[in-house]
């Protein structure tokens, strides 16, 4: 009993991997909250339960690589760039806004950062691009993050075809977290991720935890082997705590309850209570003020240049 409980611990992080985490968690609960109040148009996918994907690659992506990154993006975002004030503005459309607020939740570009609402549609491009790394910037990648869902689209097969037969620096972290929208993966995908990227000659690896040094550890000589030109589908199994959007989540009661019962939050929280209740309290109050701070800002304005 000990050694389950003891193999279910939490390893301790540093405060700034804790404190990144935290504002990913409570940016995605003040957006939650603003919609609830009317404050913001369009749509909105939270990485809620998934913050600890980003936050583990963090370190392993350097400022040459490339991500491209999907609907359910913030976390990509923060985990690149720790600009809230910036993404907070692109989604109110206010002042500061990254993309000067026409982006929204799903469509940023910064630098070698660029997200999509479309499925499937950056898989290709990020193949494209890891094609250039491999000729003019050897050792850069391109990493590019999809949901299970998004192995229904056929351009994830062409893209892995060519990153195989080229031996491209491509980098496929998938966030399954069992479901797409409102499908549960078990009714849409026969065989497996594993078993697709095997078809191909792609090196499979999958991530059960949620701990996210061990995640680093596990990782680490993986991401060194994309860079030596050799594409890699990271498969982590994980947990959507939210609904898919806002107000959609039509998931049975036990299915809400397993991802709660795999919340990193609430596990690290009873692992590393000191730790966890100094920072939590203070990355909810950053992330209060910084909303309300955005939100007083001046509308957006786009200028073509
Ligand atoms: C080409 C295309 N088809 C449909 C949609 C609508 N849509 C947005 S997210 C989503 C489900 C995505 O599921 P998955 O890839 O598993 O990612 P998750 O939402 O679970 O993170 C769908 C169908 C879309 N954005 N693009």
């Not at 609830?36 to 939270?46: I, Q, S």
């Not at 589908?233 to 299915?255: M, N, Q, Y």
């Not at 929280?269 to 209740?277: G, I, R, T």
Request: hydrophobic content about 40%; aromatic content about 6%.
């Amino acid at each position: 009993m000990t050694e389950t409980l003891d193999r279910l611990r939490l390893s301790r992080l540093g405060d700034d991997d804790l404190e990144l985490l935290l504002l990913v968690r409570h940016f995605e609960l003040k957006l939650l909250e603003l919609y609830g109040r009317g404050e913001l148009n369009g749509t909105t996918h939270t990485c809620l339960g998934q913050e600890y994907v980003p936050v583990s690659l963090r370190p392993l992506l350097g400022e040459h690589d490339h991500i491209f990154s999907n609907h359910r993006g913030h976390g990509h975002y923060l985990a690149r760039f720790a600009d809230p004030h910036g993404l907070l503005a692109e989604i109110m459309g206010r002042e500061g806004a990254v993309c000067g607020g026409v982006g929204g939740s799903q469509h940023i570009h910064r630098d070698r950062y660029l997200s999509t609402g479309v499925q499937g549609e950056s898989l290709p491009v990020a193949a494209g691009v890891a094609l250039h790394l491999k000729r003019a910037e050897p050792g850069a990648l391109a990493c590019v993050y999809i949901g299970d869902g998004t192995w229904g689209e056929g351009a994830v097969y062409e893209a892995l075809n060519l990153a195989s037969l080229w031996r491209l620096p491509l980098l496929v972290v998938v966030e399954n977290n069992g479901i797409a929208q409102s499908t549960p993966t078990t009714s849409q995908m026969a065989g497996s991720i594993a078993g697709r990227a095997a078809a191909f000659g792609v090196k499979h690896h999958l991530v059960v935890s949620t701990d996210v040094n061990e995640i680093r550890t596990s990782l680490e000589p993986l991401v060194t082997e994309v860079r030596d030109c050799r594409p890699l589908v990271v498969e982590f199994v994980t947990h959507r705590l939210g609904p898919h959007s806002k107000g959609d989540d039509i998931r049975p009661a036990d299915a809400v309850q397993a991802a709660r019962d795999n919340d990193w939050y609430v596990r690290y929280a009873n692992d590393h209570p000191d730790q966890f209740h100094r920072l939590d309290r203070l990355v909810r109050a950053e992330v209060q003020a910084i909303a309300d701070e955005v939100a007083a800002r001046p509308l957006s304005r786009w200028e073509e240049s």
